[in-house]
């Protein structure tokens, strides 16, 4: 499959507005209302409020969507170009070669740094590492954001791995478009239930695998679509991504509504996802194009750092009614650790995966010859 340049300046937009949605938060603790009147509305408490609420980095959430939409289409796009039979042992080899060589390196250094009195040594400690070690931290409350909160993303993505292989048989016998429109289903149905047993609020039930499998699945039916030179809108995505976008912002206004906004920044995400793969206005190179380029191609290194020391760096840069203008030094000090990160670990560790999976089929290869020559002789 050939690289798709495109790609990597939106995943430098997704990495930048996950940043700076962080930003918010540690430069503005707590600004997100999460509660709604008696009237079940949104408990706006004054100008700022609904600023910090509703400009745009206040929706920058949703960048993650962004980030599994991107996941989906790239995994399903290999698949689609694959001159073979989807191998399993071969699929999760790749995976695990190009997440977990950066995500232990991180993970033991956040998990050190922030246990720095020795507390690491004991069996709540040990629980706790173990768990993110096997990625199934994001299944207990109170191991999900406990080292590096960013990392029950990471979790969630490496159980819908497992689930993959799944989807390619639901695909097989009924389509994309269905095995789509089942896991939306099942992602609705999931919600509903969550609302009704008051499991909502629980961030283990509300950010599961099974309710973000949609999001997903999603960027692997536009996979399918752009593979076969298809449009997902084919009378433009215009006026979808902005019916996303207001949809999003209503459901956030309303208190039942405001379960089901992943679904309508999901669908403004992936209709501005088509329009951008498809456009030509940005055929020419541009610094600005090139620097957020740069971004997207060690975007998983700056993610996987950015967060846990973020707070304090924003308080150390800040400047009283400047303090938003933090951001800059601080994302450049994090861009400049985490860029030899990307080159040294993380690439490093996909090529030797590569060649670790390359020299056990050679091998394999070879035993097969061997034993077909015995069967000669």
């Not at 669908?267 to 541009?286: G, I």
Request: net charge positive; proline share 3%; with cysteine.
């Amino acid at each position: 499959m050939n690289h798709i340049k495109k790609v990597d300046i939106l995943r430098g937009l997704a990495l930048l507005a996950v940043f700076l949605f962080h930003s918010q938060e540690s430069l503005f603790p707590n600004f997100e209302v999460l509660d709604y009147t008696k009237n079940h509305i949104f408990n706006i408490s004054g100008f700022r409020s609904i600023v910090l609420n509703f400009w745009p980095i206040g929706f920058a959430w949703t960048a993650v969507y962004l980030f599994m939409i991107i996941s989906g289409f790239l995994i399903h796009l290999g698949y689609l170009s694959l001159t073979k039979k989807f191998n399993t042992l071969t699929f999760y080899g790749r995976r695990i070669w190009r997440i977990y060589p950066a995500y232990l390196f991180a993970l033991l250094f956040f998990y050190i740094a922030q246990n720095q009195n020795g507390s690491f040594f004991n069996a709540e400690g040990i629980k706790n590492l173990v768990a993110h070690i096997f990625m199934v931290h994001n299944l207990s409350g109170k191991y999900m954001y406990s080292i590096n909160p960013v990392f029950w993303s990471l979790a969630l993505e490496m159980q819908i791995y497992f689930i993959y292989p799944l989807l390619l048989i639901l695909r097989k016998k009924t389509g994309m478009l269905n095995t789509l429109m089942i896991v939306l289903t099942l992602s609705v149905l999931l919600h509903l239930i969550g609302i009704y047993f008051n499991l909502e609020p629980k961030a283990v039930y509300r950010k599961s695998a099974l309710m973000y499998l949609f999001v997903w699945c999603a960027g692997a039916f536009f996979a399918e679509k752009f593979y076969y030179k298809e449009k997902i809108f084919p009378k433009g995505s215009g006026s979808i991504i902005i019916g996303g976008i207001v949809g999003t912002v209503v459901c956030k206004i309303f208190y039942f509504p405001h379960y089901f906004m992943g679904y309508f920044a999901t669908l403004a995400l992936l209709a501005f996802f088509e329009w951008f793969l498809t456009t030509d206005r940005f055929t020419q190179k541009s610094q600005i194009a090139t620097a957020i380029s740069t971004i997207g191609v060690c975007s998983y290194s700056i993610y996987l750092i950015h967060l846990p020391f973020l707070k304090g760096m924003l308080n150390f840069f800040s400047f009283h009614s400047f303090k938003c203008l933090s951001v800059i030094p601080v994302f450049l000090i994090v861009f400049v650790i985490a860029y030899p990160m990307y080159l040294y670990i993380e690439m490093p560790g996909i090529k030797l995966g590569k060649k670790l999976m390359e020299g056990k089929k050679a091998l394999s290869l070879e035993r097969i010859k061997g034993i077909l020559v015995m069967i000669r002789k």
